[in-house]
T-cell receptor, first 112, second 115 residues
């Protein structure tokens, strides 16, 4: 089974500063990679995903993530964060035709 | 189109009781998965249903069970509640099995508190 490690449980960052949320997974077999965001008292929303092709994927609100197969990582980055980005972020991995495995989450707090 | 609907949003139960949670997937979605979310453990997979059949099961005791109806709506049941069952229970739907590549659509969850 896969394991997903989100190295930072909490990340405080000042508004307009860059941020990186780290995610590593265990298996090197073919995988699909996802980032989900959860706002307070809500379910998870898909932020972006890597299925194949270009290793750099982007979301509509300025986040991007890069798939690094050799390091089995899928770190999430944003060059300039906004207050509204304060939320819990979950990295998830799915092997082809199998269930999802989620990391334990990273709480991003943007400080004004 | 309507999203994934989970009811109720909040529940308070006493140890030893049982509880039933409901999930209505997005129209046309036939696969429903359930997850337990707790601060220490993150999201833990409970089970997945497709065409009224349980297709995958996570590592939870038999007190946790579920079912899916012909209209794809799903229920999960927890019997003999324990304090440790307090969690946010999330339902996620997808079009079919093995389309996990497209990602789930999650409901807002049911917050269960066991006292």
């Amino acid at each position: 089974a896969q394991s997903v490690t989100q190295l930072d449980s909490q990340v405080p960052v000042f508004e307009e500063a860059p941020v990186e949320l780290r995610c590593n997974y265990s298996s090197s077999v073919s995988v699909y990679l996802f980032w989900y965001v959860q706002y307070p008292n809500q379910g998870l929303q898909l932020l972006l995903k890597y299925l194949s092709g270009s290793t750099l994927v982007e979301s509509i609100n300025g986040f991007e993530a890069e798939f690094n197969k050799s390091q089995t990582s899928f770190h999430l980055r944003k060059p300039s964060v906004h207050i509204s980005d304060t939320a819990e972020y979950f990295c998830a991995v799915s092997e082809s035709g199998n269930q999802f495995y989620f990391g334990t989450g990273t709480s991003l707090t943007v400080i004004p | 189109k309507a999203g994934v609907t989970q009811t109720p949003r909040y529940l308070i139960k006493t140890r030893g009781q049982q509880v039933t949670l409901s999930c209505s997937p997005i129209s046309g979605h036939r696969s429903v998965s359930w997850y337990q979310q707790t601060p220490g453990q993150g999201l833990q997979f409970l089970f997945e249903y497709f065409s009224e059949t349980q297709r995958n099961k996570g590592n939870f005791p038999g007190r946790f069970s579920g079912r899916q109806f012909s209209n794809s709506r799903s229920e999960m049941n927890v019997s003999t509640l324990e304090l440790g069952d307090s969690a946010l229970y999330l339902c996620a739907s997808s079009l079919a099995l093995r389309t996990q590549a497209m990602g789930y659509t999650f409901g807002s969850g049911t917050r269960l508190t066991v006292v």
